[in-house]
């Protein structure tokens, strides 16, 4: 008997009797499967009370501003009141697509190595040492683009870039150290631990005879790699959203080296922008009066839907990929 | 069974005196009186400092604070969770009307300074106020700006353009300095006004005091403000400014202690409204002010005037809480100089005084 049709018996039957004799309504199995059921279903609830509280918070923002909030280009607490969180999301999603542009390359290229070309030992104590720069805290990180990684790209790395490429606006205009690439680089260091040890245990999982065949059609080394890449492709792209995720919701770390400018799109990539993570962590304690608050909350609101349309499209990706491999195993 | 006893007796002793401790640790605590405090994180040092030595004095009374910010330490404290509250400004009209009767006990001191990054350049500077604002409103993009250097002469400013760090988080700070700004430049107060946080029209956000001047420090030709203290402790450049009375005015303890005494003489009564007190404010066409530092401001205590209106109160608390107070802004105040904090001038403790003497408990004055 299933455990759906033997759960409305019991529940009619309710009593203090049939409470004692639980174990002859359910059987082990069954109770396992309600526990876990159980717990599943608190997700939701999780997110419910989540989506509840923040819309909660940010009711008087959504009265007051409506739909201008998301694409609204002025934040001024102070004169005017107005919140408007355009300029946010697009910091968001572009240093954290700056940080993929730049992290998930390099994952890949350490998933490999430990994988396919570096010997056994070696391997385990790089991805040991992987593994321990993931539990690096952000705060960590921050300190150290500010204090390390801002003066040594400023001196180094940015005035060379501007010395080649300075004539495309991308790389022109003043340099701070701080900023759009800067946050980049800070964010894709903090994501290529995550995203690296995903796509070793990836690439070790791709079943050897893959590699057996490639070898015995007489392919090299890097061909044989490709294979095992396009065999392991949806969940690079997994992974890849993973570190998208880290990206989009990281707060201290790009706190701490972007620059907080508060503007629609910044001149270069060396000018200074903001994130929706960032502007709660600076601005919340100090939040003064209702309105200013719920508005913070409202970002909080906005970034939510943001990482769900992420992986809801992340998701798409994923399953589009699985379908086309299977198409083409059956074929 | 011998074997039985080697091992029971150890045991039983060792429970038997970690059992006493336990009681005599129950026992112990059961008399000391616990004060909660929250609020803002520039006045932290300086009263946990304060905890540590009353501690010493009342081994009974210990008091904790935790600096999440002035915008927390109110909401705190018109949830009533805290026992007291700091605050770097005064309570608002429809802050205040949220929790009537709450007394404003002016703590220390603290001073906001402007700190540049100039390669050769030492400290001393001369900024005016309208200066300030157009740098920081993004009208005076060169250091070698006509206008800079017409009260600079003799000091050869480069042709640089300058790169304003404000804070990025909200804090009584930037209040402090866009209070002043506000009033040097109409300008400014229309555009941009007055708050913790404000839509900045030019420069970068570095989070924290020690956001700004690792900011600063790291970027040359760049200009920021930050707490006095922290120019002191980690010996950035800082700027001479302009007062009412026409004087650049260094900032010191001396200056800013000065500010204070002029503001003194307007202090409203303790449980009257003082969204309108500001040093800066009283300071901004105070001609006759001189020697006076013109951002300085107060950070405040904020405590209810009955307290019987707070959860769990009895006597015995009030009691510590009216002492404790009593003893911040009398002894406490020798703590402050080591910390680059501002001592009280004599007449706002006199005036502080009076306001300790307001709280009550169950209708009866504590302190006499």
Known sequence: ??????????????????????????????????????????????????????????????QTFGLNFIVGTKWDPAVSKVFGTLPLILG??????????????ISLGVGLALSEYMPKKFGLAVSFLVELLAAVPSVIYGLWGIFVL?????????????????????????????????????????????????????????????????????????????????YARSGVIGAAILGLGRAVGETMAITMVIGNKFQVWPSSLFDAWYTMAAIIANE?????????????????????????????????????????TRGIARE | MKTIYKVAIPIAIIAVAVASAFAYQYLATEQTITLN????????????KWAAEYHKIKPNVQVNYQGIGSGGGIQQHTEKT??????????????????????????????????????GIAKGLKFTGEILADICLGKITKWNDARLT????????????ITVVHRSDGSGTTFIWTSYLSNVSPEWKETVGRGTSVNWPTGLGGKGNDGVTALVQQTPYSIGYVEFTYAKKNNLAYGYVQNAAGEFIEPSIESFTKAAE?????????DASWSKVSIVDSLANNTQARGAYPITSFSYILVYKELNVLPNMNEATAKALVDFLWWTVHDGQNYAADLYYVPLPSSVVAHNEETIRLITFNGQQIRK
């Open chain 1, 1 to 62: 008997m299933k455990i759906s049709q033997k759960i409305s018996p019991f529940i009619r039957n309710l009593n203090i009797k049939s409470i004692l004799q639980l174990k002859k309504h359910f059987k082990g199995d069954d109770i396992f499967k309600l526990v876990s059921a159980l717990f599943a279903s608190s997700i939701f609830l999780l997110l419910g009370l989540m989506v509840y509280e923040l819309v909660k918070g940010s009711w008087l923002s959504i």
């Open chain 1, 92 to 105: 968001t999603l572009v240093t954290s697509a700056i940080a993929l542009l730049i992290g998930v390359p």
């Open chain 1, 150 to 230: 801002i003066p040594f790209l400023r001196n180094h790395v940015y005035s060379c870039l501007q010395a080649v490429f300075g004539f495309i606006p991308l790389f022109s205009g003043p340099i701070y150290g701080g900023g759009v690439l800067t946050g980049g680089i800070v964010l894709a260091i903090m994501i290529i631990p995550t995203v690296s040890a995903v796509m070793r245990d990836l690439f070790l999982a791709v079943p050897n005879s893959q590699r057996e065949a490639m070898i015995a059609l007489g392919a090299t080394k890097w061909e044989t790699a490709k294979t095992v890449i396009s």
């Open chain 1, 284 to 324: 919340l304690l100090e939040a003064t009066y209702d309105l200013y608050i719920s508005a913070l909350i409202n970002v909080g609101l906005v970034l939510l839907f943001v990482t769900l349309i992420i992986n809801v499209l992340a998701r798409l990706i994923v399953w589009r990929t699985l379908r086309l």
């Open chain 2, 37 to 48: 405090g929250a609020g803002a994180t520039f006045p932290f040092p300086l009263i946990d």
């Open chain 2, 82 to 119: 805290v026992h007291f509250a700091a605050s770097d400004a005064p309570l608002t009209e429809a802050q205040a009307a949220k929790v009537p009767n709450t007394l404003h006990i002016p703590i220390t001191i603290g001073g906001v300074v402007v700190i540049y990054n100039l390669p």
């Open chain 2, 150 to 161: 017409a009260i600079n002469p003799g000091i050869s400013l480069p042709d640089q353009p």
């Open chain 2, 262 to 270: 002029y503001a003194a003489v307007t202090l409203p009564r303790g």
